[in-house]
C-alpha cells in the first residue's frame, strides 16, 4: 500500500469528528495499522460523551434533549359552558276535577237566528256583498311582511275581554297568514291565554326562554320550548299558573327581540294598564289594541286613557285600536254612539258583537261563533295589521 495513502486517518478523523493531523504511526508508515471496529448498535440508555472502539477512544456526539412535549388537544382544559336552566316539568291548565265541571260549548246565536240570517241572505244581495268583503279582508292579512309584527292588546281593568280579543286575533292571523304567528301571554299571575286557546299542558315560560333563545338558533329549535296550536301558531306562556308570578321588563324585551324575526305576526296579551311590562309593550308595538266592556265606567275609563295618550307621539294614537265587547244580549249603552265618541280621539273602534260561545269562556272553538263575530274579528285583525305595516 503506498505511503500517500491515508484514507484511514481520514476515516479516523470524521468519526472523531475533528480537523488535525492523523493519529501517530498512521502517515508515512507501512506497517499495518489498527481499524476502527464498526460502532455497537445503539442502546436504550443515552450513549455517554466517548466511546472504547479497538486502542483508540472516539468521542460520540451526545444527543440533544428531547423537546418538551406539548400537551394534546385533549390535554388543554375548556372553559365549561354555560348551563341553560333545567327543564321544568309539564303542568295542566286545567286542574282534573274542575274540567269535569265545564259543560258543552253552545253555539254563539240561537238556531232561530241562524236560519233567518241566512234565508236573507239568500233572497237578498248581502251574499255577494260579503263575500267581496272577505275577499278584501284575506288580501290585506295576507301582506307580506319584512320583519316581524307586534301587537300589542291590554285594558284598563280586568274583566274587559283582553284575553278573548288576543285569542280572536292570533286564530285570525294563523288561519289567514302562511308564516309562523305566535301569542305571548304577558300576564303571568291573571292570564288566561293557555286556557281560551286550548292548551292542555304548560313548560316552558317567557322567563325560561328569556335565558335560552340565542341568535343561531332555527325556527324549529324555537318551538320547541313553545306550545304548538292549531295552523300556524304557537303559544308561548307567561306562567305555569302560579300565584304571584311575575314577568320584568328586561327579560319581557330580551324575549320579544330575540323571537321577533322567526314570526311574521306576534300578539302579546298584556297585563292590564298601568303595569310596567304593559308600557314597554305598547311603546315597542307596532300595533296596540284597547280592550274594553261595552258599558258605561268602561267606556268612561277608556276614553280618558285616549285623552292621556293624545299627548304622547301621534303614532301611539294613530295606532291603537278599542274594541267595545258587547257581554250581554242588550248593553246598557248606545254602543254605536259610544263609539263614535272613542273615535273623535283619533283612535279606531271596533265592535265585538255579544257571542254567546265567547261569553261562556273556556276554550275558543271559532267554528262555534256566530257569523257576526267571525266577520268582526275578520275586520278587527285585518286593520290592526294594517295600522302595523305603517311603522316601520
Known amino acids: 500500500m503506498p505511503n500517500g495513502d491515508n484514507w484511514q486517518g481520514d476515516v479516523l478523523r470524521d468519526l472523531r469528528g475533528a480537523s488535525g493531523p492523523p493519529a501517530a504511526g498512521t502517515g508515512g508508515s507501512s506497517s499495518p495499522v489498527p481499524q476502527a471496529q464498526p460502532a455497537p448498535p445503539a442502546s436504550p440508555t443515552p450513549p455517554t460523551a466517548t466511546q472504547a472502539s479497538g486502542t483508540e477512544r472516539i468521542s460520540v456526539p451526545t444527543p440533544p434533549p428531547a423537546p418538551a412535549r406539548t400537551p394534546t388537544p385533549t390535554q388543554i382544559p375548556t372553559p365549561p359552558r354555560p ?3 333545567s327543564a321544568p316539568d309539564s303542568r295542566a291548565v286545567v286542574d282534573g276535577a274542575l274540567s269535569g265541571t265545564a259543560r258543552r260549548p253552545q253555539r254563539g246565536e240561537p238556531v232561530a237566528v241562524r236560519v233567518t240570517r241566512a234565508v236573507r241572505r239568500i233572497v237578498s244581495s248581502s251574499a255577494a256583498r260579503e263575500v267581496a268583503e272577505l275577499t278584501r279582508t284575506a288580501e290585506a292579512l295576507q301582506q307580506p311582511v319584512t320583519t316581524g309584527r307586534q301587537i300589542a292588546v291590554t285594558s284598563i281593568r280586568g274583566g274587559a275581554g283582553k284575553t278573548t280579543v288576543a285569542a280572536l286575533l292570533g286564530t285570525a292571523y294563523a288561519h289567514y297568514r302562511q308564516d309562523p304567528v305566535l301569542l305571548v301571554e304577558a300576564d303571568p299571575a291573571l292570564g288566561s291565554l293557555p286556557l281560551r286557546l286550548g292548551a292542555e299542558t304548560l313548560r316552558w315560560t317567557t322567563a325560561d326562554l328569556a335565558d335560552i333563545v340565542e341568535p343561531q338558533m332555527s325556527l324549529l329549535d ?5 306550545v304548538q296550536l292549531p295552523e300556524n301558531a304557537w303559544l308561548l306562556p307567561g306562567s305555569q299558573g302560579q300565584i304571584g308570578a311575575m314577568l320584568d321588563t328586561s327579560a319581557y324585551e330580551r324575549v320579544m ?4 324575526r322567526y314570526f311574521g305576526v306576534t300578539v302579546v296579551d298584556c297585563e292590564t294598564l298601568p303595569a310596567e311590562v304593559a ?3 305598547l311603546s315597542a308595538s307596532q300595533a296596540r289594541v284597547l280592550a274594553a266592556p261595552a258599558t258605561l265606567d268602561g267606556v268612561t275609563s277608556t276614553y280618558a286613557v285616549l285623552q292621556w295618550m293624545q299627548g304622547l307621539p301621534r303614532h301611539m294614537i294613530d295606532g291603537t285600536v278599542v274594541v267595545l265587547s258587547s257581554t250581554v244580549a ?3 249603552i248606545d254602543v254605536e254612539a259610544a263609539a263614535e265618541k ?3 280621539t283619533g283612535a279606531g273602534v271596533h265592535v265585538l258583537p255579544y257571542d254567546r260561545h265567547l261569553a261562556a269562556g273556556g276554550v275558543l272553538r271559532t267554528e262555534l261563533l256566530a257569523r257576526p263575530t267571525r266577520l268582526a274579528a275578520a ?4 286593520e290592526v295589521f294594517q295600522l302595523s305595516q305603517k311603522r316601520r
Open 257 to 260: 327581540v330575540a323571537l321577533r
Open 379 to 382: 275586520r278587527l285583525a285585518a
Open 330 to 332: 242588550r248593553p246598557g
Open 342 to 344: 272613542l273615535r273623535s
Open 279 to 281: 308600557r314597554v309593550a
Open 222 to 226: 324555537v318551538t320547541g320550548y313553545l
Open 83 to 85: 348551563r341553560r336552566p
